[in-house]
């Protein structure tokens, strides 16, 4: 009877603090909050180019590869109000393919880390549990022009981007989503290297169908079998071991395949491109900095630079014991205090862009950058 | 070549460990632990404890010891291990015949299956884990290539020392680096036999755990149960075959820290009481967080040795003092490291913790982490029956400890995560998993002693001649023993 009590004061606190929770969060922000934004553009395709026919109002920036994109320049919307957007592209051609971006509060453009992938027609819903809002500007999307046998590219065609339907983040969302999801079939996610130390997946059936399983398995082998104590923890652990063997072959799936392209052919035991570059690019610069001398000496300070920061961290990695450290804008102004006779900058891109050394983002006012060696993917400078 | 002298280090682990438990005895006058099984695994973590302090003064002192003398010294530990072990298993004791039936048989199976699965895929990845690449190793292999004194700084201080190089988590503690260095002087830099590390820290835990549980629990399926429970959760496992975080190692030390402290405030032996002091020791020498969990440790030790009667006082006593704090603005005074600041709005520890406190509601990180996502399998569902347990059985001695720790330990991580800049590692899920690991073996633990208790409660059937639950009155004799170092 205690036990019966203590459960019901418990439940009755429980529902109490959740009630003040509620209370609370509902003054700070509307609950019922929902805006729906229905925008309308068309764009023309010309010899191969994104033009617009008219932008009914919408920001569109042009690209020098071509592509084309399109931002919702809503400045009144704070997104940190909100936990969750939906955006949807009606009537895409297939030969357009599209991606969703987000623009940093610095005003940088970024891929949206998570969403359904780019696929006939439409791109819908979208819920990326992974960006933090509060840094979100300006939601936008991005075309890019796929040519393809038999389509006529001087034909104009109507695009629609409906749906910017922002909710408004309130205390219980996350309670409601979790039984949505608890109760929903999900597919399994795998996430990035960089994020398997921290998340292992989800689960691929409804975690609550399989826990009703479990317990209507064991309540019917208890029943039918169980005269003991001893015998009822035999079933619960059987239970255990069913669902144990079920995760087992879902964790050997995810070992063998990982089909995310950031970083994770590694996790199949093969290294992946990203590392094969960064292993192959350290050792042609200490090849060529030990070229005349003996040893690379400790006086040798190498700053590496990349817009991917894991390949900037490996090759840091694959540098080292060599006098290494990270370079990046901010930190660029410490550059010139270093009185060290021998100091380079390393910059290195996964994909074929160019002369890579252009996109070093160093001051020239902090001193004379002298290119030593420039490859495909990396360039190497003296700073003086 | 490479693989026969990573067996001669990892048998150095055991010899030390077997020398340090060897001096204790000496030290305290006891008897050593009759299990064989058990003592070799308690060894291992005091070989590991014993290397960790071992290189870190060779470090701190700049001895500029040759690599060539600690590889002798290692691996005359590790013949002293050999004629260690010939010796005591002479002398050994049988194991407790195991009475859990075929059933007992099947889960060891399991078990064993288990971590030969994760052992394999382990020994398939090269180091892959963003933590070791970014710190732990990276440390390692400076010290590999040009040796242990060289300094590791953070950027602004690298800026104007260049004999110094730089790592990102160079203010943590260089425990996990260290062991990485000295597998290294055996194997070379072989990142996959270096990897091997940790499945042979799992396989080593699992079976301390085992023997661990064994001694306090009546039923003999519960522990064999709870270990395969144990192996099969998918964030551990992520965390052995991606080898290279020290989040693992946190956890068991953790787990050997409170466990060793509860044995020893349960029999006050000295021997026990040496063996808890070098486990609490260990913490803060893994990671930073060991700081916080050995705060918690001795706050939960100080709570537990209150007597229950001053117990109100001594909350009464706490929310006054917390009433004051907030009334006057809380405390901000300067140090010889810098200022001290426990304001309502700011907590500020110099060089350990700086954080600035408003209510984030990440909740919705909570759920994902804990219960949608695949990370615990079903264990955290199981915290209602945690909460329910936890007060049926309050006044249960032996369990006191654990739970005190568990319950502050959960209030820390909500403060931490809903009131602190901290949400956003939870939000950004970079955090909150890893620090949930350091405490699943204590919930683990814990909760096979409520399972036990809950079992051992008559039921109806069992008639007016079953014998009474006797809760709190300890362990027989045999875990007296069992719990000692060798």
Known sequence: ?384 | MSVLMAVVYLLSIYGFGAAISRCGLRLSGGSGNPLLLQTLTLNFFLGLVGQMVLLNLIQLTGWPVPVLVIQVVLMLFAAYFLVWLLREWRQRTPAPTQSGGWFWWVLLTAVALQWLLLWVLNAQLPLVAWDAWVGWAAKAKLWYEQGLELATVSFSDWIGLSDARVNQIAHYPDGVSLIYYAFALFAGWNESVLNALWPLLLANFTVYFYHSMRARLHHPLLPMGLCFVLLSIPFLQVHVVMAGYADLWMAMFLFLAIHSLQTFLQHRHWRTFLLALVFICALPMIKLEGWLWLCLLLFAWTLKTINPVNRLFYWACVLFLLGLWLFFGGLEFDTAIGPFILRPDLISIPNVIEFRLYFTNAMDAFANSLWISQNWSLLWYSLLAYVVFNHIHRKYSEAMLYSLFLNWAFVFILILFFLTDAASWAQNYTTLNRFILHIVPVYLFIMAQYLDLQLRLPSPEDGPTKAPLQASTGGDEAAVQVDQPG
């Open chain 1, 1 to 384: 009877m205690n036990t019966l009590r203590f459960i019901a004061i418990l439940l009755l606190s429980l529902a109490l603090v959740l009630l003040l929770f509620a209370w609370s969060a509902g003054r700070r922000v509307d609950a019922t909050a929902v805006e729906t934004l229905d925008v309308t553009g068309a764009l023309t395709p010309v010899h191969g180019q994104l033009a617009v026919v008219y932008d009914d109002g919408l920001e569109f920036q042009s690209e020098a590869d071509g592509s084309l994109s399109l931002f919702v320049n809503r400045k009144d919307i704070d997104f940190s109000q909100y936990a969750q957007v939906e955006m949807a592209i009606k009537d895409r051609p297939p030969q357009l393919e599209a991606e969703l971006l987000w623009q940093d509060v610095r005003g940088e453009t970024h891929v949206l880390p998570v969403g359904r992938s780019v696929s006939g027609r439409s791109i819908t819903p979208l819920n990326p549990d992974w960006l933090d809002w509060t840094e979100v500007r300006q939601l936008g999307v991005r075309f890019v022009l796929q040519p393809q046998i038999g389509w006529m590219p001087e034909e104009p065609f109507k695009l629609y981007i409906r749906h910017l339907r922002l909710r408004s983040q309130h205390f219980f969302d996350p309670l409601r989503r979790l039984w949505s999801e608890l109760t929903a079939f999900q597919p399994l996610e795998i996430q990035s290297i960089n994020h398997l130390g921290n998340q292992s997946g989800r689960f691929l059936y409804s975690p609550v169908a399989l826990v009703a399983c479990w317990i209507a398995l064991s309540l019917l082998i208890l029943r039918v079998f169980a005269h003991s104590r001893a015998e009822m923890l035999t079933c619960v652990f059987i239970g255990w071991l069913v669902l144990v063997l079920f995760q087992t072959k879902l964790n050997l799936a995810r070992w063998q395949h990982h089909p995310d392209a950031q970083a994770t052919g590694a996790a199949a035991g093969v290294i992946n491109n990203l590392d094969a570059l960064a292993l192959r690019t350290s050792n042609q610069v200490k090849q060529f900095l030990q070229h005349g001398q003996n040893q690379v000496s400790g006086a040798v300070r190498l700053l590496v630079f990349s817009s991917d920061d894991f390949l900037r961290t490996r090759l840091m990695y694959h540098l080292l014991p060599m006098n290494v450290a990270k370079f990046d804008a901010q930190r660029g102004t410490l550059v010139n205090q270093i009185q060290a006779d021998q100091l380079y900058l390393l910059v290195l891109e996964s994909g074929p862009e160019g002369d890579v050394c252009l996109s070093a983002p160093v001051d020239p006012a902090q001193g004379t950058l002298t290119r030593v060696v420039s490859e495909r993917n990396y360039c190497l400078m003296r700073l003086q």
